[in-house]
């Protein structure tokens, strides 16, 4: 069996492993390895991109710019990881649930960018309420997300598994400058004309995510209810294996009385949740950061890419 060739650039970061773990499990692919000493080594890198069927990025914004610079041979598919080309023309956003062209637009790209941990929850809650004109593209909207530390790579997670002070075992709201990163592929992928007030949280914790956007059902289309939102969800999400439509108002979680942030992790899942009293509602989506938050969502784009079985490894 010819087996596609994989280049991993930034294998020992935080993305970067958890797809070779991923990728570890295939026997379709070979992964092409970089010497421990030439990881950076522009030459080596640049042979080794252009050697590969996909090559995924798992860089900081500006090394995953100069990678992109460095491929010279059309075959190449780049997955790029990072934050440097989601909303950049001639790149698809690799999301392929957002809707029905989609996957198309991933199996046809060579560029694909994948999408911010934080964004893919607030997009695949927001998006199918744009879609279905339940929320206006100018519609006012804000959001929280609570986030594990290892979303901030490798500086974040030693921060927390070395470091004992004692603001690190609260939550911290952080992004208070109301400009993080994700915003414009927030609007960008749901229409929203109106970048949403956003305040992730991180917590003391490994990993998993959980986006909150809370509406008065005052905002919505007239006359509309929470079941309007719950129905738009899972109509747009019907037949997707990755994205769990939550019943409305989930028993399980009221009885529980209190949200669990983990209960996605090790899993390449989403789970969408409304909760909702007669006047206002909370849409809430639930990942594992590095898994469909990162290196899951990217694996998953590189097998629709690839035509294989897009759930393959994950
Ligand atoms: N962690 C997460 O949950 C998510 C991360 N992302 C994005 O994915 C990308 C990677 O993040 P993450 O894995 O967390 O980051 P990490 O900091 O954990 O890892 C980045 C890796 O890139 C390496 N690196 C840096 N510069 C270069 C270079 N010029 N050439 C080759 N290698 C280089 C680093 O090397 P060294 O080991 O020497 O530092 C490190 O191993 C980032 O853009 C991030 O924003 C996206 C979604 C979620
Ligand atoms: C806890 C933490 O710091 N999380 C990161 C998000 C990680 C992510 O999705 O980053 P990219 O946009 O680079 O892909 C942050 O909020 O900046």
């Given at each position: 069996m ?12 935080t ?8 990728l ?7 992964v092409?390895?970089?010497?421990a ?22 860089l900081p914004d500006?090394a995953?710019?100069?990678a ?9 598919c780049?997955?790029d990881?990072?934050?440097a080309?989601?909303?950049v ?17 991933i ?5 694909i960018?994948n ?12 998006r199918?309420?744009?879609d ?9 909207v804000?959001?929280t ?11 974040m ?21 109301l400009?993080h ?21 991180v917590?003391n914790?490994?990993?998993g995510?959980?986006v ?8 919505l ?5 929470a079941e309007?939102?719950?129905a ?7 037949g ?5 439509v ?13 949200f669990?942030?983990?209960a996605?992790n ?7 949740f ?16 590095l898994g469909?938050?990162?290196?899951g969502?990217?694996?998953q ?11 393959l490894?994950?």
């Amino acid at each position: 069996m010819t087996k596609f060739a994989v280049y991993v650039d930034g294998q020992e970061g935080t993305t970067g492993l958890r797809i070779n773990e991923y990728l570890a499990q295939r026997s379709d692919i070979e992964v092409l390895k970089i010497d421990a000493d030439k990881r950076k080594d522009p030459a080596e890198r640049a042979r080794l991109l252009n050697a590969a069927d996909v090559a995924f990025l798992c860089l900081p914004d500006a090394a995953s710019r100069e990678a992109a610079a460095m491929i010279t041979n059309p075959n190449t598919c780049l997955i790029d990881a990072s934050t440097a080309h989601r909303t950049v023309p001639g790149w698809a956003f690799g999301l392929p649930e957002l809707a029905p062209a989609q996957r198309e637009k991933i199996r046809a790209a060579k560029r694909i960018a994948n999408p911010g941990c934080h964004a893919s929850a607030f997009i695949l809650a927001v998006r199918p309420l744009v879609d279905a004109g339940l929320l206006s593209p100018d519609a006012l909207v804000s959001a929280t997300s609570i986030t594990g530390y290892s979303g901030g790579g490798k500086s974040m997670i030693a921060q927390y598994e070395t470091a004992s002070e004692p603001k690190l075992t609260s939550p911290r709201p952080y992004a208070l400058s109301l400009q993080h990163k994700h915003l414009p592929e927030m609007m960008a992928h749901t229409g929203l004309r109106t970048a949403p007030v956003f305040m992730p949280i991180v917590g003391n914790f490994y990993k998993g995510l959980a986006v909150t956007v809370p509406l008065h059902l005052s905002q919505l289309r007239a006359g509309a209810r929470a079941e309007d939102l719950h129905a738009a969800l899972s109509q747009h999400y019907e037949g997707e294996r990755f994205i769990r439509v939550m019943p409305l108002r989930d028993a399980e979680t009221l009885a529980e009385g209190a949200f669990d942030v983990q209960a996605c992790n090790d899993t390449n899942r989403v789970d969408l949740f409304v909760f909702a009293s007669d006047t206002q509602a909370l849409v809430m989506a639930r990942l594992d950061n590095l898994g469909k938050g990162a290196s899951g969502a990217a694996v998953q784009s590189m097998n629709v890419h690839l035509g294989v079985d897009e759930a393959l490894g994950l």
